[in-house]
């Protein structure tokens, strides 16, 4: 059993090694944070194995030897789990919303385009999806424009039923 005076000496001691500790934590793990953390973990194993250390051996190497041991125990479960992402790094990239809502419009889009008369259904594709003119789509369908005109007409209404 530690003596009190000797356990605050120890303590001092281990406290003492602090800056050491830290600079090896920093050569062993590449992001401050992770030595910081690598450093933390160390003091609180050293101060809670106290019982391990003996009196008379160098404090500094068993304090390395600990952070060390830390060090390959952590970078073996590394390997084991693999390359960490966060999932909030992922999420974002990879979700895709469902598109069930979708699928039923288009379904519902090709019924209305399918119930419309053939020429509009072509009026409606040349001025909406070529982007023609009235004039241009009456002649190539040799039509009146205003033809061209109320074709379209009832094409959208059909289409905005369907919506």
């Not at 303590?11 to 050491?20: H, R, S």
């Not at 600990?66 to 790094?89: C, K, S, T, W, Y």
């Not at 009235?134 to 424009?145: G, P, Q, S, T, W």
Request: a positive charge.
């Amino acid at each position: 059993m530690i003596s009190a005076m000797t356990e605050r000496r120890i303590m001092q001691a281990i406290e003492d090694q602090i800056p050491d500790l830290y600079r090896y934590a920093r050569f062993l793990e590449a992001t401050p944070d992770r030595a910081d953390d690598l450093l933390q973990d160390c003091l609180e194993r050293g101060v809670s194995r106290l019982d391990r250390f003996q009196s008379g051996t160098d404090l500094r190497a068993w304090l390395i030897t600990i952070m060390h041991n830390l060090f390959i125990d952590r970078a073996r479960r590394r390997q084991r789990r693999g390359f960490h992402v966060p999932v909030e790094d992922w999420l974002v990239d990879f979700h895709q919303p469902p598109n069930q809502i979708d699928r039923l419009r288009l379904k519902d889009l090709d019924r209305a385009l399918a119930a419309l008369k053939p020429r509009d259904r072509w009026i409606l594709h040349l001025v909406v999806i070529e982007g023609k003119r009235y004039h241009d789509v009456a002649r190539e369908l040799n039509i009146a424009v205003g033809t061209v005109k109320s074709g379209l007409s009832r094409a959208r209404r059909v289409l905005a039923r369907a919506a």
